[in-house]
């Protein structure tokens, strides 16, 4: 009974450490670390219309995930720009920050235009 215990618990141990958290956005971060991952990345898989601006104001905005069970924000363009006060595109970054494999895990997109 003892070994089905410690199986069972191991089993469910790596379920919650390979979830969902550790990826919140497609594609997932260009390098990813157990302990902690902390990466910026350009959003390269987002199909977004680049206007021939410069990138003169950054709008942020971000959704976090909690032991990969509960989840909540908007990552979303449309919010980083509304809370930048973005009109036109100049490019869009995303930055990934997972702890323990996805144990915490915050997504933030950031768009920068004018």
Not at 13 to 19: E, F, K, N, S
Not at 21 to 46: E, I
Request: glycine share 14%.
């Amino acid at each position: 009974m003892r070994k089905l215990i410690v199986c069972a618990s191991v089993g469910a141990l790596a379920v919650l450490l390979t979830g969902c958290a550790s990826n919140l956005y497609p594609g997932g971060p260009s390098v990813a670390g157990w302990l902690y991952t902390g990466v910026k990345d350009p959003a390269q898989n987002l199909a977004v219309a680049v206007e021939p601006v410069t990138a003169t104001k950054v709008g942020e905005s971000s959704a976090t995930a909690v032991f990969g069970l509960i989840a909540g924000g908007d990552a979303s363009i449309d919010t980083a720009m509304k809370n930048g006060g973005i009109t036109k595109v100049h490019h869009v970054d995303h930055q990934v920050q997972l702890f323990m494999g996805g144990l915490w895990a915050k997504t933030t997109t950031i768009v920068q235009g004018q």
